[in-house]
């Protein structure tokens, strides 16, 4: 079983920068792909980024967001820089033992989600 907190969100205008952390509870934190999702209000649930064997990153965060993780502190990271408004969501951190996808039905772990909001 593995719990998952998400920090850092908040309020910021477009252009800033906020960092993301999700902090994992469990065992082997290193043998879990951990990913990153956004919703934001009336849209479906989205893949931003996830790191396991490398990271891989949706498009409309490449250039602008840097997933990282810290095996020894069992804690995983969003960088997120150029915010735009449109990166409004609340942010979910995931995780799964098997999964190495964009498809959010495949993990099995969910954070109980941040806010970001980007003001124009």
């Given at each position: 079983?593995?719990?998952?907190?998400?920090?850092?969100?908040?309020?910021?205008?477009?252009?800033?920068?906020?960092?993301?952390?999700?902090?994992?509870?469990?065992?082997?934190?290193?043998?879990?792909?951990?990913?990153?999702f956004r919703q934001a209000p009336g849209k479906e649930r989205e893949?931003?980024?996830?790191?396991?064997?490398?990271?891989?990153?949706?498009?409309?965060v490449k250039g602008r967001f840097a997933m990282s993780r810290d095996?020894?502190?069992?804690?995983?990271?969003?960088?997120?820089?150029?915010?735009?408004?449109?990166?409004?969501?609340?942010?979910?951190?995931?995780?799964?033992?098997?999964?190495?996808?964009?498809?959010?039905?495949?993990?099995?772990?969910?954070?109980?989600?941040?806010?970001?909001?980007?003001?124009?």
């Amino acid at each position: 079983q593995v719990q998952l907190v998400e920090s850092g969100g908040g309020l910021v205008q477009a252009g800033g920068s906020l960092r993301l952390s999700c902090a994992a509870s469990g065992r082997a934190f290193s043998s879990y792909t951990m990913a990153w999702f956004r919703q934001a209000p009336g849209k479906e649930r989205e893949f931003v980024a996830a790191d396991r064997w490398g990271t891989m990153y949706a498009d409309s965060v490449k250039g602008r967001f840097a997933m990282s993780r810290d095996n020894a502190k069992s804690t995983v990271y969003l960088t997120m820089n150029s915010l735009r408004p449109e990166d409004t969501a609340v942010y979910y951190c995931a995780a799964d033992q098997l999964a190495w996808t964009t498809a959010g039905s495949e993990y099995n772990y969910w954070g109980q989600g941040t806010q970001v909001t980007v003001s124009s």
